[in-house]
Each structure stands twice: as structure tokens, then as C-alpha cells.
């Protein structure tokens, strides 16, 4: 069984395009995160969610959309792709607001063309 | 904003070495977190450090959490093919803040 799973694992889509990925976690855990991995491998935290509600937004564009339809899923929604957006985008969840140990999903590679 | 400067960026061993991996920053954090991330994987914690001066270890695996509350060493002994990845620390400086260095690439020579 996959503690945090994602999809799709690669997504490659023309710029302008609006896209999804969906975040599944069956850890019991209350929260979800969204990172960004870079070309570089800098990985960076996009959006946090504690029990549905919204808790860190980091400078990320509103382009970006994150939806919890309950504590067990964090999808990332994303607007008039940009060529910049092409990055391995990573869900995770922790127990608790404030816990240190994250669980990772295994990535989803967006390629926009 | 808080900066993590992890070095060094890549390292090319032979197996069974020793390697030695470091975190500093110019800011105080109250938890320090090295994790490990194997290709097309995303990153699994490896050990987590709560106060300064801790001394953790987890298998062939040593990290300590510097007395300045500023920097972390992560150390892996007798190195082998599975120990081949990305490294990262990563460091909280408050309840819902964790920032990632830039991650220590390490490489096991043939």
C-alpha cells in the first residue's frame, strides 16, 4: 500500500494549458504539502493544508491552485501553463501541523512544451 | 529569508569510504532534518535532530545538530552502492517553517 500516492507520474502538456495533479494520502495524517522540484533539484514548499485549511501559500502564482476536499487529499491545479512551470512537483503529509517528518509522494515530472 | 548553504554540492567516492556532509546558515533554527532522496523517488527522512548538541546516529548513518544552532553534519561510514543519491537537509525555524538546502549529490565510483 502507498502511504502517499500522485497523478499522474509524468504529465506533459503545451504551454497555455490548464492541468491537475492529484494528491492521495491514507497515513491518517492531518497535514498536506505541495513542493516544487526544480531542474536543479531545489525543492521548494508551495502550499501547506492542516485538516482542509489552507496554512502556508509561499509567493507561489495564483496561476496555482491547491483544493483539500478532505484531509486525505490535496490536488494542485494549474492555470495557462507557463514554460517555467516544468519542474517534478512533489505532495507530502505529517501527522500533525508542526511535525517534523514528512511522507513524499513519488513526484509527478510536469514537462510544458 | 532563511537560507540553507549544504555542501559540498556533489561528491564522487569510492565504496566504502567514509563521507561527511554539511549544513550551515546564518540563522538559528530549532530542528535540523536530513533526508535522502534515491532517483525518481521523493525524499524519505533519514534522521531528525531537536536540540544543540545532539549527537544522533541511524545505522552507518551520524548527524549532529551544531551548539550554534546554526549548522548540521551529516556523516555516512563505509559507504555502499545503495547509499548513492541526493542528500538534503533541511531545517525549522518555526512551527510551519522547514526550508531544504540545495541538496549534496553523492556518487560511488566502480
Known amino acids: 500500500d502507498t502511504a502517499v500516492s500522485q497523478t499522474p507520474k509524468y504529465l506533459v502538456t503545451q504551454m497555455g494549458n490548464d492541468k491537475s495533479i492529484k494528491c492521495e494520502q491514507n497515513l491518517g495524517h492531518d497535514t498536506m504539502y505541495w513542493y516544487k522540484q526544480d531542474s536543479k533539484k531545489f525543492l521548494k514548499i508551495m502550499f501547506s493544508y492542516n485538516n482542509k485549511e489552507l496554512i502556508i501559500n509561499e509567493t507561489v502564482p495564483n496561476r496555482f491552485s491547491p483544493k483539500s476536499p478532505d484531509k486525505a487529499h490535496l490536488n494542485l491545479h494549474i492555470n495557462s501553463l507557463e514554460l517555467g512551470d516544468s519542474a517534478v512537483y512533489f505532495c507530502a503529509s505529517s501527522q500533525a501541523f508542526g511535525s517534523n517528518e514528512q511522507f513524499f509522494g513519488p513526484g509527478t515530472r510536469l514537462t510544458v512544451l | 529569508g532563511q537560507q540553507l548553504n549544504q555542501s559540498p554540492q556533489s561528491m564522487f567516492i569510492q565504496e566504502g569510504e567514509d563521507v561527511s556532509m554539511n549544513c550551515t546558515s546564518s540563522?538559528?533554527?530549532?530542528?535540523w532534518l536530513w533526508y535522502k532522496q534515491d532517483p525518481g523517488e521523493g525524499p524519505v527522512l533519514l534522521i531528525a535532530?531537536?536540540?544543540?548538541?545532539e549527537l544522533t546516529s541511524n545505522g552507518r548513518l551520524t548527524a549532529q545538530f551544531g551548539i550554534t544552532r546554526k549548522d548540521s553534519f551529516l556523516n555516512i561510514s563505509a559507504s555502499i552502492p545503495s547509499d548513492v543519491g541526493i542528500y538534503f537537509c533541511?531545517?525549522?525555524?518555526?512551527?510551519?517553517?522547514?526550508?531544504f538546502g540545495k541538496g549534496t549529490r553523492l556518487h560511488i565510483l566502480p
Open positions: 540563522s538559528i533554527f530549532n530542528t
Open positions: 533541511a531545517g525549522r525555524y518555526r512551527d510551519d517553517k522547514i526550508i
Open positions: 535532530l531537536y536540540k544543540a548538541g
